[in-house]
Nanobody, 115 residues
Framework: QVQLVESGGGLVQPGGSLRLSCAPS????????MGWYRQAPGAQRQFVALISSGGRTTYADSVKGRFTISRDNAKITVYLQMNSLKPEDTAVYYCSGTFSGNKYWGQGTQVTVSS
């Protein structure tokens, strides 16, 4: 079993920045894919960004050039640096991790972009 613990959400003004972190615990394989999804009120959960243990990254078009996903393999921690935040980025952000073919989710962290 794997648990994912997120941190770093909060309230920020438009144009501001936030960094989210996600650290897994439990039975973790050396090869993994981790990433972030988000869900706004009344909307479906949508993909934001993914990174593999080898460093390959994928981004949603809506965040390209503003968000950066990175990882620390020594800590098996994944980060999402969010810059130039917009009100439409407001959502609950969920960390996901796939280890040994099984997908896990974090509890979510709220990001609110508002003046």
């Amino acid at each position: 079993q794997v648990q994912l613990v997120e941190s770093g959400g909060g309230l920020v003004q438009p144009g501001g920045s936030l960094r989210l972190s996600c650290a897994p615990s439990g039975s973790i394989s050396s090869y993994y894919v981790m990433g972030w999804y988000r869900q706004a009120p009344g909307a479906q959960r949508q993909f934001v960004a993914l990174i593999s243990s080898g460093g390959r990254t994928t981004y949603a078009d809506s965040v390209k050039g503003r968000f950066t996903i990175s990882r620390d393999n020594a800590k098996i921690t994944v980060y999402l640096q969010m810059n130039s935040l917009k009100p439409e980025d407001t959502a609950v952000y969920y960390c996901s991790g796939t280890f040994s073919g099984n997908k896990y989710w974090g509890q979510g962290t709220q990001v609110t972009v508002s003046s």
